[in-house]
């Protein structure tokens, strides 16, 4: 059976009409730089994600940096994020000169842990007195949002600004006190990522920032051409951090489908967990599946599922075992950050994050999107079942 870990071809397929005939627009139009396209998407995409306003930029890792750059985040500053979470989180506060603290993550979610953060802010604040704590950058990891009432109220205690990572999860829900939240609405800003690959991606690079404050916004837009307001003149430094017209020509078609392609993850995760609890492997404690903290509450997209990832007892023998049965899978994140060679500098050692540590040695990301058909599943399955039980 031919299984691809994703399927992009088929994503084309489906819409390949109105794809080709808005490349074709803009290709006659030859406006290719920022523009109505991206203004436009920019509309779509806070509307989406229920802030006020967007700024399209070159990609999720830019969108990171550029909202740090709208903190004026530099020498002599900390930013606390996860460990366990792609590379470009804490890069975007190094490339900065700022300091990347991480902070361990929950054992349930993979994402940062507000108790853990709690005790970091409390003995941080003791320990390294010369620096200043400027954020914290949230990631919503696979899809699920990070536990964002008790990280906003810490924010609010301590005065930090928030961003939260979204590059993994546009148009994940959370439910608030206040009511049902979208991923990018809840911090200073959000920063998406329109990678290929993500559950709305584009034909190359892109990212948004999102934000609910209109002077952050202007800065936002200022800081994407090199910090100028007016052509040719410059307030503040930036760079070029812009979305191309083409990138978002293709979003603006996508986006119009990404609900329910949303809703296709969401049942294909619900079909793997009713076909793993049969399997019994859960029960036997040799695999564990992703579990939705919010699926009970309300939540329409609790968890989007750019990832559909699962814990696995000798798990690298299993992903060797599962390529042989042309069954892809990947790994996210086998290091985590703090134990990378450019990050060794922070001083940082094994045994400081435990649980990511952990993680990086048991999770494996199954194929997941909303091609994949039932049969597929039902073979990783019992492939997967094979591996265990012979
Ligand atoms: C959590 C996270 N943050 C940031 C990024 C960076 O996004 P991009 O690849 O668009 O620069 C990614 C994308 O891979 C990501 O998964």
Known sequence: MNIPFLDLKAQYQSIQEEINQKILEVASSQKFILGSEVENLEKEIAAYCETRFATGVSSGSDALIVSLMALDAG????????PFTFFATAGAIARLKARPVFCDIDKTSCNISPEKLEELLENQLKEHRSLKIKAIIPVHL?????????????????DLSVIEDAAQAIGA???????????????DFGALSFFPS????AFGDGGMVLTNDESLARKLKM??????RDKYFYEILGGNFRLDALQAAILSVKLKYLETWQHKRIEKASYYDGIFKESGLGQEGLIQI???????????????????????????????????????TAIYYPLPLHLQ?????LGYKEGDFPVAEEAAREVLALPIYPELTSDQQDFIVSSIQSFYKG
Do not use: W
């Open 75 to 82: 020498e002599g500053d900390a930013v606390i994020t996860t």
């Open 142 to 158: 696979y899809g699920q949002c990070a536990d964002m009432t008790p990280i906003m109220n810490l924010a609010s205690k301590y």
């Open 173 to 187: 829900e959370y439910p608030s006190p206040s009511g049902i939240k979208k991923a990018c609405a809840m911090g």
């Open 198 to 201: 993500k559950n709305l991606g």
């Open 223 to 228: 800081l994407r051409v090199h910090g100028s």
């Open 290 to 328: 992703p579990e939705s903290l919010y699926k009970d509450k309300g939540v329409k997209n609790y968890h989007v599922y750019h990832q559909y990832v699962i814990r696995a007892e000798k798990r690298d023998r299993l992903k060797e075992f599962l390529q042989e049965k042309n069954v892809p």
């Open 341 to 345: 060679k450019c990050f060794s500098y």
